[in-house]
């Protein structure tokens, strides 16, 4: 069974950066899809940013593009998020999660499974 754990969160200032990680194990993940989400307070939890196991592939959300970046480390059986230019409205619980097929979607409900997530908070 495939389990999820998230780390790296923590507090930052506007404009800084901040690298989170997740650590997978249980089973091999060649032929998976792992993305994060984050949910804010009285929000829905959104998409972030997806990665192929398998190749590397990337997808992002709008509101991320151009500011994190996710990357893993098969060796390893790590995936990465690096976020850089934070913003205040960043500011959320971010979760992995893993998803049984080579194919992007962005709907939590498409995944399965999750991370207990880590707090990310960017100061203004």
């Known amino acids: 069974q495939a389990q999820l754990a998230e780390s790296g969160g923590g507090l930052v200032q506007a404009g800084g950066s901040l690298r989170l990680s997740c650590a997978a194990s249980g089973r091999t993940f060649s032929s998976y899809t792992m993305g994060w989400f984050r949910q804010a307070p009285g929000k829905e939890r959104e998409f972030v940013a997806a990665i192929r196991w398998t190749g590397g592939s990337t997808y992002y959300a709008d509101s991320v593009k151009g500011r994190f970046t996710i990357s893993r480390d098969a060796a390893k059986n790590t995936v990465y998020l690096q976020m850089n230019s934070l913003k205040p409205e960043d500011t959320a619980v971010y979760y992995c999660?893993?998803?049984?097929?080579?194919?992007?979607?962005?709907?939590?409900?498409?995944?399965?499974?999750w991370g207990q997530g880590t707090q990310v908070t960017v100061s203004s």
């Open positions: 999660a893993g998803r049984r097929s080579i194919s992007f979607q962005t709907k939590p409900n498409e995944f399965d499974y």
